[in-house]
């Protein structure tokens, strides 16, 4: 199959290019960071004229569309331009997919819902706290207004190595590797998503051509603080330096739902790759990074 991935260097794109690329055509698509891997093409997502034309002339047989502004607080600082990317942009993408009859994958994300509730289910009601939620949702319903073969794979603090990009455990290790202190939140619930095992998801949906929502993100619901301890754990790191907060004492600008966790029993039925735990996780993602080079690069 022929694939367009867009945010192909991103911290999910980087590894679904990578894998994709083994036995199929990847166009990789980006703004401002090349890709490392497939045919790199740029595809600036505010540029509506040149989604369409990228699609018509790569014509792929699948498009992953990851492509988004992601920063929580960014996008609350900068409103037009997170709904210009993650709602407007997405309502070309649809309309171009549908148009040329192509399948249409959209990585959406747990902030859709307020977090007043817990392990949400494709069919619970999104109400989302944050511009970049709501931004988010608008792509949601672009994709399923003007899409005609689709689905929205939803996933929850995706980890993983990236060459540049700091995700959860990454970003703790390097700081208590240098000896800092590192304040993480006991009241902010999800389901962290180790993205090798959220890529082979993405991959098991193209290849079924699953049409609708569904939850693909790690099986294990737990706090940022537990998790935080599974992974000064698994890497051995200095506990003193592990400082329990709450979300009150963060100075986040952007309000984050207190438990977003994602019910994904309807991945686990009908997908081949299943969604994993985050001990699991954990334990592929130690093997993962040379211990080695634990302080260099992950
Ligand atoms: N990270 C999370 O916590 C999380 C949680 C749930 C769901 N998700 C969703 O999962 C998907 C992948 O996320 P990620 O963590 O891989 O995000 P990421 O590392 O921030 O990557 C996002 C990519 O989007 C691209 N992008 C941003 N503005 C663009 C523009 N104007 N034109 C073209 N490309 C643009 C960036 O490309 P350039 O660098 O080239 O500008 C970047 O590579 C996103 O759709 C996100 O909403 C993420």
Same mark, same amino acid.
């Given at each position: 199959?022929?694939?367009?991935? !867009?945010?192909?260097?991103?911290?999910?794109?980087?590894?679904?290019?990578? #894998?994709?690329?083994?036995?199929? #055509?990847?166009?990789?698509?980006? /703004?401002?960071?090349?890709?490392?891997?497939?045919?790199?093409?740029?595809?600036?997502?505010?540029?509506?004229?040149?989604?369409?034309?990228?699609?018509?002339?790569?014509?792929?047989?699948?498009?992953?569309?990851?492509?988004?502004?992601?920063?929580?607080?960014?996008?609350?600082?900068?409103?037009?331009?997170?709904?210009?990317?993650?709602?407007?942009?997405?309502? =070309?993408?649809?309309?171009?997919?549908?148009?040329?009859?192509?399948?249409?994958?959209?990585?959406?994300? #747990?902030? =859709?819902?307020?977090?007043?509730?817990?392990?949400?289910?494709?069919?619970?009601?999104?109400?989302?706290?944050?511009?970049?939620?709501?931004?988010?949702?608008?792509?949601?319903?672009?994709?399923?207004?003007?899409?005609? /073969? $689709?689905?929205?794979?939803?996933?929850?603090?995706?980890?993983?190595?990236?060459? !540049?990009?700091?995700?959860?455990?990454? $970003?703790?290790?390097?700081?208590?590797?240098?000896?800092?202190? =590192? /304040?993480?939140?006991?009241?902010?619930?999800?389901?962290?998503?180790?993205?090798?095992?959220?890529?082979?998801?993405?991959?098991?949906?193209?290849?079924?051509?699953?049409?609708?929502?569904?939850?693909?993100?790690?099986?294990?619901?737990?706090?940022?603080?537990?998790?935080?301890?599974?992974?000064?754990?698994?890497?051995?790191?200095?506990?003193?330096?592990?400082?329990? =907060?709450?979300?009150?004492?963060?100075? $986040?600008?952007?309000?984050?739902?207190?438990?977003?966790?994602?019910? !994904?029993?309807?991945?686990?039925?009908?997908?081949?790759?299943?969604?994993?735990?985050?001990?699991?996780?954990? /334990?592929?993602?130690?093997?993962?990074? #040379?211990?080695?080079?634990?302080?260099?690069?992950?």
């Amino acid at each position: 199959m022929k694939f367009l991935v !867009t945010g192909a260097a991103g911290l999910v794109g980087n590894q679904l290019v990578k #894998d994709l690329s083994n036995s199929h #055509d990847v166009f990789s698509c980006y /703004n401002q960071s090349q890709p490392e891997s497939g045919t790199p093409l740029k595809m600036d997502l505010q540029n509506h004229e040149m989604i369409s034309n990228v699609l018509l002339e790569t014509e792929p047989d699948v498009v992953i569309h990851l492509g988004a502004m992601t920063g929580v607080d960014s996008c609350e600082k900068e409103e037009s331009m997170a709904f210009d990317i993650n709602t407007n942009a997405t309502q =070309v993408v649809a309309q171009q997919c549908s148009k040329l009859d192509k399948f249409l994958i959209y990585v959406s994300t #747990d902030y =859709v819902f307020d977090g007043n509730s817990s392990m949400y289910r494709e069919s619970d009601v999104p109400n989302p706290l944050s511009i970049y939620g709501k931004s988010k949702l608008g792509g949601e319903k672009m994709v399923q207004e003007f899409s005609s /073969n $689709w689905c929205i794979a939803r996933t929850s603090t995706p980890f993983g190595s990236h060459p !540049t990009k700091k995700s959860f455990p990454t $970003w703790i290790i390097e700081n208590v590797k240098q000896k800092k202190q =590192v /304040n993480i939140v006991t009241d902010q619930i999800t389901s962290p998503t180790y993205v090798p095992n959220l890529c082979q998801m993405l991959m098991d949906i193209s290849e079924k051509k699953i049409n609708g929502i569904i939850h693909t993100s790690g099986v294990t619901s737990i706090s940022r603080y537990k998790m935080a301890e599974l992974i000064f754990e698994k890497f051995n790191l200095d506990k003193t330096l592990l400082k329990a =907060v709450s979300s009150d004492e963060m100075n $986040w600008i952007a309000k984050r739902p207190k438990n977003s966790s994602l019910d !994904t029993t309807l991945a686990n039925s009908i997908l081949d790759k299943k969604p994993q735990s985050i001990e699991h996780s954990l /334990n592929q993602f130690f093997d993962e990074i #040379d211990s080695n080079d634990i302080n260099n690069n992950y």
